[in-house]
Structures are given as C-alpha cells and as structure tokens.
C-alpha cells in the first residue's frame, strides 16, 4: 500500500507561482511513476505532469514551460513547480503513484487562481 497527502495549494492571482508538495509513505519502494493530475469543477481528471522513477519526465501540452514535476530523491517527495498561473489553472490537484499492480491518489490540494 502507498498513501499519498499533497499540500501547497491556495488561492494566489494570476501571473503568480505555487509550489505543490506530494508526501508518499508506506511501500514506496514499489512505485515505478508519480504524477500530478487535475480536476476542475464539471470536467474530467486530466493529466498534468509525471516522472518516472528513472527521472523522466512528461508534460500535458496545456502547462509545458509553466509547471515544473521534480522530486529530491528517487520516489518521495515529488514536487510540482506551478508559474504564471491562469485562470483556467484552476483546480484540485491529485498526487497519483504508480506501481506494477496497483495506483494510488492522495486527498487533493485546492489551486484558486482569481484576481
């Protein structure tokens, strides 16, 4: 089992930057990639960013140059750079972890960005 809990989000304006933080404990050892996923009110979860356990790394179109997916060791934690956020960036954002077998979300982490 891999449990998942991010932080970092909140409201902020447009133009500004948030750093997401995704924590994961339990079998850690097991997860081959993590990611960032997003929801926005009435729309379906869509990929933002991921990074496999090797370092490489994959953007949604929508965020390439703007949103940065690091981590500081091989799994655990991985972070999600956010810059000149937008509007339509609003959204909760999911920590999702893969394993051979299984996947795993975390709670989310609310991302406002209004004037």
């Known amino acids: 089992q891999v449990q998942l809990v991010e932080s970092g989000g909140g409201l902020v304006q447009p133009g500004g930057s948030l750093r997401l933080s995704c924590a994961a404990s339990?079998?850690?050892?097991?997860?081959?990639?993590m990611g960032w996923y997003r929801q926005a009110p009435g729309q379906q979860r869509e990929l933002v960013a991921t990074i496999t356990k090797g370092g490489r790394t994959n953007y949604a179109d929508s965020v390439k140059g703007r949103f940065t997916i690091s981590r500081d060791n091989a799994r655990n934690p991985v972070y999600l750079q956010i810059n000149s956020l937008k509007p339509e960036d609003t959204a909760v954002y999911y920590c999702?972890?893969?394993?051979?077998?299984?996947?795993?979300w975390g709670p989310g982490t609310q991302v406002t960005v209004s004037s």
């Open positions: 999702n972890a893969k394993t051979w077998y299984n996947e795993y």
């Open positions: 339990g079998s850690i050892f097991n997860i081959n990639v």
